[in-house]
């Protein structure tokens, strides 16, 4: 859950600042790897459970 909040919550930051006119948050699409890292991350692990349960 942490990895799809930090990538897409930095995605839409980005765009909706852009949006607006405010490029002061530029810093945020240093984020978007971390989340994105953090979500595949997630996906192997839920992998790894599944079949460890079986």
Same mark, same amino acid.
């Given at each position: &859950? #942490? +990895?799809? %909040?930090? $990538?897409? +919550?930095? !995605?839409? =930051? !980005?765009?909706? &600042? %852009?949006? !607006? /006119?405010? =490029?002061? $948050?530029?810093? #945020? /699409? %240093?984020i978007t790897p971390i989340g994105g890292l953090f979500l595949i991350l997630g996906w192997i692990l839920l992998g790894i459970g599944v079949k460890k349960s079986n």
């Open positions: &859950m #942490v +990895g799809i %909040a930090l $990538f897409s +919550g930095s !995605l839409y =930051t !980005l765009t909706y &600042m %852009a949006y !607006l /006119g405010n =490029t002061n $948050f530029s810093w #945020v /699409g %240093a």
